[in-house]
């Protein structure tokens, strides 16, 4: 009796590999978040990835703790740099003080605070961190965040516009001067096709908090006020950033966030949400994530939550439960499966 031979099932390789997860850990002051950005260290020191940590509020020493506690330095997979918020001087917290005590409502709001640019814009200062992140421990140039994991596919058409038949690939006409663009940056930061040309790089921010502020603050500055004119430009600021972190980037981005109560439009209940500027985006970031992650500390124990009553989270990986252990592992590590690295 004959065996039937039966032909085993084609199998293909992925032509685009799949973007990084858009992590934000949100939580109240003292929950864990940045603490927790160590097992993301940890997980990439043992995948082979890196870790870029932007920090633009003062959470660099519990990060460090997170190692250098445990008696060990920090891994040579982790760069960071440091660009705060510049806070409003002493002179000039009088003067606003002084025009209060002298104006009247509609003059203040008219008021333009005319230092609100250049070296006390931190806002462009964060964009400029980003466009190239230097490390602060070894003064390494990384190239802009929004390269990293861009393989240059986009500059390429492999079907025919007029026929829809596959061809072999060609470099569309006119992106030829971005194209030529894109191979200096890569060339110049080192950005290989071995390391996804930066895809197996983590760009962290730290935290959304600060940015918000500074974004509100390149628009105000010292004023005392602000009007809703004022709300909507630094809103739609925040929001083109974040959406060229979570949309335009193909590298993992994480991200960590204060929470607010805010009612939601929605179903008319009051729900613990992400703390930004005003009220209007607090439905709006969460979209931009695959995971929003609730921080929670119960007595000296912390926790993850995906199933909290009454907060805004969403997971693809955790699943929805309470009491998860703050370990980035269990993010990462479904996502290099399922992407296949």
């Not at 040579?76 to 003067?95: F, R, V």
């Not at 105000?220 to 980037?249: E, H, K, W």
Request: with cysteine; net charge neutral.
């Amino acid at each position: 009796m004959s065996a039937v031979l039966t032909a085993a099932p084609a199998t293909t390789r992925d032509t685009k590999h799949l973007v990084g997860p858009k992590v934000c850990l949100m939580g109240l002051g003292g929950t864990g978040k940045t603490y927790s950005l160590g097992t993301l260290v940890e997980w990439a020191e043992k995948n082979a990835f890196e870790v870029a940590v932007l920090f633009t509020e003062n959470g660099l020493e519990t990060l460090l703790g997170y190692f250098r506690d445990r008696d060990r330095e920090p891994p040579a997979c982790l760069y960071w740099h440091q660009q705060g918020t510049k806070p409003i001087s002493l002179k000039a917290l009088m003067q606003t003080a002084d025009s209060v005590g002298k104006l009247s409502y509609e003059a203040l709001a008219k008021s333009i605070d005319s230092n609100r640019g250049g070296d006390n814009n931190a806002f462009w200062k964060i964009l400029g961190s980003c466009s190239n992140f230097i490390d602060d421990r070894t003064g390494q140039h990384l190239g802009p965040v929004d390269l990293w994991g861009d393989d240059g596919s986009r500059y390429f058409e492999d079907t025919d516009p007029n026929t829809g038949e596959t061809i072999p690939k060609r470099l569309i006409q006119a992106q030829t001067a971005a194209y030529a663009e894109w191979q200096k940056l890569t060339k110049k930061y080192r950005l290989s096709p071995e390391n996804g040309f930066g895809l197996q790089r983590i760009f962290v921010m730290d935290s959304l908090t600060e940015t918000a502020n500074a974004a509100m603050k390149m628009q105000i500055g010292s004023r005392p006020m602000a009007s809703p004119g004022d709300y909507g430009v630094a809103q739609n600021n925040l929001m083109n950033f974040l959406r060229l972190c979570t949309q335009g980037m193909e590298a993992p981005f994480v991200m960590t966030a204060h929470v607010d109560r805010e009612m939601d439009a929605v179903t008319q209940s009051a729900k613990i949400m992400i703390k930004a500027i005003g009220k209007a985006l607090a439905t709006e970031i969460p979209t931009l994530f695959s995971d929003v992650i609730y921080t929670t500390r119960e007595a000296d124990k912390f926790f993850w939550d995906t199933a909290a009553y009454g907060v805004d989270t969403k997971t693809r990986s955790l699943g929805y439960r309470s009491k998860i252990e703050p370990n980035f592992a269990l993010i990462f590590d479904v996502w290099k499966k399922r992407a296949g690295l």
